[in-house]
């Protein structure tokens, strides 16, 4: 079982910054890829940015330039800083892990439970 912990949100204005932490834990073999999804209110989960084990990196279209992700593979920890938000930016940000365990070879998705982003106008 892999857990994942978030940190980092918060209220911020339009045109601030916040930075995201999410710590994954557990048995864990390998990380295939570590990032970010995010809902906003009333909309549905969408891709933001990941890193592979790698270290490849892919945004999605609306973060690009202004998102960075970051990754500490001895920790097991991701970083997501967000730079020059929007009011469209305020959601709920959900890390997501693909990782392979002791007990689960095959790598399997997991979610952490999300923290809330909100940028105001």
């Known amino acids: 079982q892999v857990k994942l912990e978030e940190s980092g949100g918060g209220l911020v204005q339009a045109g601030g910054s916040l930075r995201l932490s999410c710590g994954a834990s557990g048995r864990i073999l390998n990380i295939n890829a570590i990032g970010w999804y995010r809902q906003a209110p009333g909309g549905q989960r969408e891709f933001a940015a990941v890193i592979t084990g790698g270290g490849s990196r892919n945004y999605a279209d609306s973060v690009k330039g202004r998102f960075t992700i970051t990754r500490n593979n001895a920790r097991n920890t991701v970083y997501l800083q967000m730079n020059s938000q929007t009011p469209e930016d305020t959601a709920v940000y959900y890390c997501?892990?693909?990782?392979?365990?002791?007990?689960?070879?095959?790598?399997?998705?997991?979610w952490g439970q999300g923290t809330q982003v909100t940028v105001s106008s």
């Open positions: 997501n892990i693909w990782a392979s365990t002791r007990t689960a070879l095959s790598p399997r998705q997991y």
